[in-house]
């Protein structure tokens, strides 16, 4: 069964940096797509960035020129760099896997992670 396993989340002051990892287990990167998601509290869950198996690279508004996503096929990683941090990027991020690109862009994967906590504050 695929595994998705989120890390490098944490408490850091505006203006800061955090590097998220995604580790996948039971599949391969080169077959499948990654999104990286976060949901704030009272708020609904939103698309950061997404990965495609061919690379093809997409961010949300809100975080374009501060985050990069990238990753590791002979590692199974998948990173989310997040600089300049903002008290708005506070968040449960996710990672989640799917073979269809179509439903990472629509946020209906087949395979999401437990999530790691993004606190951005003073």
């Known amino acids: 069964q695929v595994q998705l396993v989120e890390s490098g989340g944490g408490l850091v002051n505006p203006g800061g940096s955090l590097r998220l990892s995604c580790a996948a287990s039971r599949f391969t990167l080169d077959y499948y797509n990654i999104g990286w998601f976060r949901q704030a509290p009272g708020k609904e869950r939103e698309g950061v960035s997404y990965?495609?198996?061919?690379?093809?690279?997409y961010y949300a508004n809100s975080v374009k020129g501060r985050f990069t996503i990238s990753k590791d096929n002979a590692l199974n990683m998948v990173y989310l760099q997040m600089n300049s941090l903002r008290p708005e990027d506070t968040a449960m991020y996710y990672c989640a896997a799917d073979r269809d690109i179509g439903r990472i862009l629509a946020g209906h994967c087949d395979h999401w992670g437990q999530g790691t906590q993004v606190t951005v504050s003073s």
């Open positions: 990965i495609s198996f061919t690379d093809d690279l």
